[in-house]
């Protein structure tokens, strides 16, 4: 069993940041590969950003590179998304997911990742 639970998202003004957090437990997790997705209303669940489980790769969807950086801190069993300048086209609910077998060539693939969040939402407004 492992349960992820996400926090950190809330109300924010174009322009602004905000860290979204991970926090997983059930299983040793410094092993797993880890990604961010997101969906927003109306819209199919998208990549975002994911890291493998040494924290020494990472890769990010082109609408937010430059943007966002994705960390992990194993020793918390945490994975971590800042987002800077952050777009009105950025609101959605924000989900992390883990994938146990390690890292893939298919990170950006929803069917990599065997366990997911609950989501935090995220809202910027113009």
């Known amino acids: 069993q492992v349960q992820l639970v996400e926090s950190g998202g809330g109300l924010v003004q174009a322009g602004g940041s905000l860290r979204l957090s991970c926090a997983a437990s059930?299983?040793?997790?410094?092993?797993?590969?880890m990604g961010w997705f997101r969906q927003a209303p109306g819209k199919e669940r998208e990549f975002v950003a994911a890291?493998?489980?040494?924290?020494?790769?990472?890769y990010y969807a082109d609408s937010v590179k430059g943007r966002f950086t994705i960390s992990r801190d194993n020793a918390k069993n945490t994975v971590y998304l800042q987002m800077n300048s952050l777009k009105p086209e950025d609101t959605a609910v924000y989900y992390c997911a883990v994938r146990p077998s390690g890292f893939s060539s298919r990170y950006w693939s929803e069917s990599m990742y065997d366990y997911w969040g609950q989501g935090t939402q995220v809202t910027v407004s113009s």
């Open positions: 059930g299983r040793t997790f410094s092993s797993y590969a």
């Open positions: 890291i493998s489980w040494s924290g020494g790769n990472t």
